[in-house]
């Protein structure tokens, strides 16, 4: 898996996983917008709360997907060091996190009160697994 990931970064997977990890940051913001569009909190002449819940629902599965890629080419490329305990945390809670809300998600067809809290907590993961490495590593630059 190493090789695949250096093949396909050009030998330079820190920097795209810091790319792939800042959009994920940027789309995460996005979806608190749209998501407090579609609960009503924000009421934009332009845009419906029902085409912002679905907006949030498809950018959403784009999301899932590029956190998961990104957590696999930091595991696979950097593995669980002890250097960056709050990283490791940080990064495993979020996974856990979209699993439950995956869960959640599909069981109740987008209607539970457990969504606002989940999709809160995982905003704040991504933020703190991004501020403990991306935002270290652009940090130091």
């Not at 995956?102 to 991504?126: D, E, I, K, Q």
């Amino acid at each position: 898996m190493e090789e695949l990931i250096e093949t396909v970064t050009r030998g330079n997977p820190t920097e795209v996983k810091v790319v792939l990890a800042s959009v994920a940051l940027a789309l995460g913001c996005y979806q608190l917008l749209l998501i407090a569009i579609g609960y009503g909190k924000l009421r934009p002449g332009f845009l419906s709360g029902r085409a912002a819940s679905f907006s949030h629902r498809a950018i959403g599965d784009a999301l899932a997907l590029l956190m998961v890629v990104v957590a696999v080419m930091c595991v696979s490329l950097f593995g669980f060091d002890d250097d960056s305990t709050a990283h490791v945390l940080a990064g495993s809670a979020l996974v856990v996190v979209l699993a439950v809300k995956v869960v959640v998600v599909r069981v109740s067809r987008g209607s539970s009160r457990a969504l606002p809290p989940l999709g809160l907590t995982l905003f704040a993961l991504l933020a703190v697994t991004w501020a403990t490495s991306a935002g270290a590593f652009l940090g130091e630059t």
